[in-house]
T-cell receptor, first 110, second 119 residues
Framework: LAKTTQPISMDSYEGQEVNITCSHNNIATNDYITWYQQFPSQGPRFIIQGYKTKVTNEVASLFIPADRKSSTLSLPRVSLSDTAVYYCLVVPGWGNMLTFGGGTRLMVKP | GAVVSQHPSWVICKSGTSVKIECRSLDFQATTMFWYRQFPKQSLMLMATSNEGSKATYEQGVEKDKFLINHASLTLSTLTVTSAHPEDSSFYIC???????????????FGPGTRLTVL
């Protein structure tokens, strides 16, 4: 399973764009990059998934360079309610396990 | 989407007692469910994979006799913490895959978690 590395914490202010980068140097050909969000005392929630280039949904964008060794989750115009832990996961093409790394604790300030 | 519920949301028990936590997929059938444990300010750690109609698969270091898992139906998995001790106090989260949903690889839907406190 590919290991992921992301910053332990980040601070931002309301209205700013936040970019969280994750490195996954050992990603395999069939792996997908997936991000989950977790609020305190709740289960994680799926945000976005991508394989390469750029993926955008109503919540976030995910940028993946050609070598796929890293990815960047972009949250546009964050609000206080975006304060949470964000986990970058590499999902294998086989099996069905998810392996959570340390995550990035995002604090959005007023 | 898909909804996963857990019951109870929190429980306090005395040391030595057993506690059962239920995980239900409310609007889909899940042949596989997962149980995680999360200590404060730490990440989720996979404890076991629960397979409907068969034995659970436990991760290395997780005692199968202490954490009993039963997946008797396609919508229900239970985790029983037997002879609980204070060090078992944690946040237990289950998840399930909705295999009928296409498009997202291995997307898992997580329950709201159960906070266990053992006195």
């Amino acid at each position: 399973l590919a290991k992921t590395t992301q910053p332990i914490s980040m601070d931002s202010y309301e209205g700013q764009e936040v970019n969280i980068t994750c490195s996954h140097n050992n990603i395999a050909t069939n792996d997908y990059i997936t991000w989950y969000q977790q609020f305190p005392s709740q289960g994680p929630r799926f945000i976005i998934q991508g394989y390469k280039t750029k993926v955008t949904n109503e919540v976030a964008s995910l940028f993946i360079p050609a070598d796929r060794k890293s990815s960047t989750l972009s949250l546009p115009r964050v609000s206080l309610s975006d304060t949470a832990v964000y986990y970058c996961l590499v999902v294998p093409g086989w099996g069905n396990m998810l392996t959570f790394g340390g995550g990035t604790r995002l604090m959005v300030k007023p | 989407g898909a909804v996963v519920s857990q019951h109870p949301s929190w429980v306090i028990c005395k040391s030595g007692t057993s506690v059962k936590i239920e995980c239900r997929s409310l609007d889909f059938q899940a042949t596989t469910m997962f149980w995680y444990r999360q200590f404060p300010k730490q990440s989720l750690m996979l404890m076991a994979t629960s397979n409907e109609g068969s034995k659970a698969t436990y991760e290395q270091g997780v005692e199968k006799d202490k954490f009993l898992i039963n997946h008797a139906s396609l919508t229900l998995s239970t985790l029983t913490v037997t002879s609980a001790h204070p060090e078992d106090s944690s946040f237990y989260i289950c998840s399930a895959r909705n295999q009928t949903l296409a498009g997202v690889r291995n997307e898992q839907f997580f329950g709201p978690g159960t906070r266990l406190t053992v006195l």
